[in-house]
């Protein structure tokens, strides 16, 4: 895994590139932390992003590239700002990046949560976590924007 | 990750330490499963103090323990939940579904 930090470019913080592995998903996960610790997010704050991004991921790894385990995938993570109703408000975004096939985004609603069954459940622990949660298909790749804000006014989701 | 069993009673108890996650969710699930299946123990107690995270995979090996359990009529418990470990069974709305208890004395009491 390989990780590059910048001080401000393109308001980027941290790019990470690992390969599809999920013993790659306990750096990354303490890279989060860190991230959303130093960015000053509130603790349970701080475990949502991190438990969203793990799960982004999980999905990539298993769903994206069906286990293979030596696939591409780039995290970027970005400070954002927007302006809502009570003035400028800041916030995380983490763009996920994965060359694997189309995403059928008919398959990235979730399950109702009333059935007791395995499964399913990463997709609702995401939008649970995220204020933003975006599916994109772009030059050849699947793009998950996830942004969380400091002070959430409305939560918006395509997927 | 690691885990092992202890037995006390009539009943199996896993001690896990480390995150539970996609890379090692297999394991918990097979071990429960076996613990459950072929040993029947009449109470399986989960002891997660010592787990800092757990994702989704994590939780749907769980979720397959306890079915496994009430299949064949025995008791699945969990107990020494972390913040992050409750945070995601109450995400999930299973925080109900499961026996849940503070420490091992009360899952054992219980």
Redesign the interface.
């Known amino acids: 895994m390989e990780a590059r930090a910048a001080a401000s470019n393109n308001g980027l913080l941290l790019k990470l590139e690992l390969h599809s592995d ?2 790659l ?2 750096p990354v ?1 303490g890279a989060l932390e860190r991230l959303t610790e130093v960015l000053g997010f509130p603790a ?1 704050e701080c ?2 992003v991190t ?1 969203a991004v ?2 982004a991921l ?1 999905n990539i ?2 769903h994206c590239y069906c286990g293979q385990l030596d696939q591409p995938i780039e995290v970027f993570c970005s400070r954002v700002r927007r302006h809502g109703a009570v003035g400028p408000d800041e916030g995380l975004e983490i763009l996920l990046c994965d060359r694997g096939p189309p995403v059928d985004p008919a398959k990235l609603r979730g399950r109702r ?2 059935e ?4 399913g ?2 997709l ?2 995401i939008r ?1 976590s995220m204020d933003i949660v975006q599916y994109r298909r772009a030059r050849g790749t699947n793009q998950f924007r996830l942004v969380k804000y400091f002070n959430p006014l409305k939560s918006h989701s395509n997927c | 990750m690691q885990i092992s069993a202890r037995y006390i009673d009539k009943a199996t108890i896993f001690d896990i330490s480390g995150d539970i996650d996609l890379a090692n969710s297999p394991e918990v699930r097979k071990a429960l499963l076996r613990e459950v299946r072929e040993n029947r123990t009449p109470r399986v107690v989960m002891n997660l103090s010592k787990v800092r995270y757990i994702d989704s995979s994590g939780v749907a090996s769980l979720v397959e323990g306890l079915k496994a359990s009430r299949d064949l009529g025995l008791r699945f418990i969990l107990f020494g939940l972390s913040n992050s470990a409750r945070e995601v069974l109450q995400l999930s709305r299973l925080i109900r579904i499961f026996e849940v208890y503070d420490n091992e004395d009360q899952a054992l009491a219980s």
């Open positions: 999920p013993k998903l306990s996960r349970p475990r949502s438990r793990d799960e999980t790894m298993r949560l009333d007791i069954r395995p499964g459940l990463g609702h622990f649970q």
